[in-house]
Structures are given as structure tokens and as C-alpha cells.
């Protein structure tokens, strides 16, 4: 009867017992610019980064993915190893470090202030899965540079990066806004070194 009950009860236990499957951790790779790609003009004055906003659903680590439908969900055994808008934001400081664009690059984090403000509104990022199956990484953010002297805009642009995934998962998700964060920064840089040739900043 004891044999018979042990046998019962380890069962019952192994019955109970389930298996959870780890969280894949990722995060975002940046490509800083390569000699010949470094910027020609630059300015004298100082540019100080904002940091950047966003709405609430996007100021976590889960990696978003949205259907043809409008369903939203989230990838549930992966996740971001940072918050989207802080990879942003630490990723386009590096580059812009790296262009020399301005005499002096003053990250977020610092109590420093500089000539120009750079504002940013992080609208959208996330995996888009089409009905036909295929499938692109999405980043649609907005950057607003401010005289910090006069408060006044100096300039606005919207940039909205799309860039194909190889499959419709959250490694591939990943890969794609990747990329399309590697080319936001490249266009954004132009922007800015745009504004200086200019002589608009």
C-alpha cells in the first residue's frame, strides 16, 4: 500500500510539473561610420540629445509584432534587453559622436547643456507581419532641433524606416529593425549635416 501510494504521489508531482522555456534576450547592433563616410562639414557649437519620448506600450522590453488586422501581441519567450527608445537613443548618440558633425556630442544622461537641443518622439516600433506572409521591421520617430539660446525650432523631420525580414519571427524581427535603425541614423546624420552645409544650423 506505501509503494503504491509513493508511486501515486510522484505521478501526481511529475504531473504538476511543467517546463518553462527561457527568454532569449536582444538587443540592437549599431554600425558606426566608417571613415570615408564621416561628415566633410561640421559645426562650432554643441549639440545636447533629448530623451527620447514615447507612449507607454512601447516603454517596456517586449518586442511587438502587428498583423494585417490590427492585432497587436508580443513575442512571449523573447524581449529586449533595454527599452526600445533608450537602445534609440544610446545607439544615434554613439554615431553621432563618431560623425564629429558638432564640437561636442552631450548624451541625455548629462546635466550639461548645449547650443542645440535635439528632441525626439518615438511614434512606432515594431515587427509588421503581412497576409501573404511576408513580413518588415518598422521605426517611425520624429526629431525636432532646438536653439536653446532663442527656444525657438529650428527644424522638424518625421523619418519612417521599413526594412524586409527574412521570417515571420522575433529573431528576425529583431534583424529587421535592425537594419532600419542602422539607416534611420544614417538619415538622420544627413539631416543634420544638411542643416550645416546649409548654414541652417
Known amino acids: 500500500m506505501k509503494t503504491f501510494l509513493s508511486l501515486f504521489t510522484l505521478f501526481i508531482l511529475s504531473g504538476c510539473t511543467t517546463h518553462t522555456p527561457n527568454i532569449t534576450e536582444y538587443s540592437l ?3 558606426h561610420p566608417s571613415s570615408a563616410d564621416i561628415p566633410t562639414v561640421s559645426s562650432p557649437k554643441t549639440l545636447q540629445l533629448a530623451t527620447t519620448k514615447t507612449l507607454p506600450s512601447l516603454n517596456s ?7 494585417t488586422n490590427q492585432e497587436i ?6 524581449r529586449w534587453i533595454d527599452t526600445p527608445s533608450s537602445m534609440i537613443e544610446n545607439a544615434f548618440t ?34 509588421r507581419i ?5 513580413s518588415d521591421g518598422v521605426i517611425d520617430i520624429t526629431y525636432r532641433l532646438i536653439d536653446t539660446k532663442s527656444k525657438t525650432t529650428i527644424a522638424t523631420k518625421r523619418f519612417t524606416l521599413i526594412h524586409p525580414s ?36
Do not use: C, M, R
Not at 553621432?96 to 548645449?114: C, D, R, T, Y
Open 29 to 31: 547592433t549599431t554600425v
Open 61 to 67: 522590453k517586449s518586442i511587438f509584432y502587428l498583423k
Open 73 to 78: 501581441g508580443s513575442y512571449l519567450y523573447s
Open 94 to 127: 554613439a554615431v553621432l559622436q563618431k560623425s564629429a558633425l558638432f564640437s561636442a556630442v552631450i548624451p541625455a544622461s548629462s546635466h550639461a547643456n548645449g547650443d542645440y537641443l535635439l528632441e525626439s518622439n518615438l511614434h512606432a516600433f515594431y515587427h
Open 130 to 134: 503581412h497576409d501573404d506572409q511576408t
Open 166 to 201: 527574412q521570417a515571420n519571427n522575433s529573431k528576425e524581427g529583431v534583424d529587421a529593425l535592425n537594419n532600419a535603425l542602422n539607416s534611420l541614423n544614417s538619415q538622420v546624420v544627413q539631416w543634420l549635416q544638411n542643416g550645416i552645409a546649409e548654414k541652417k544650423i
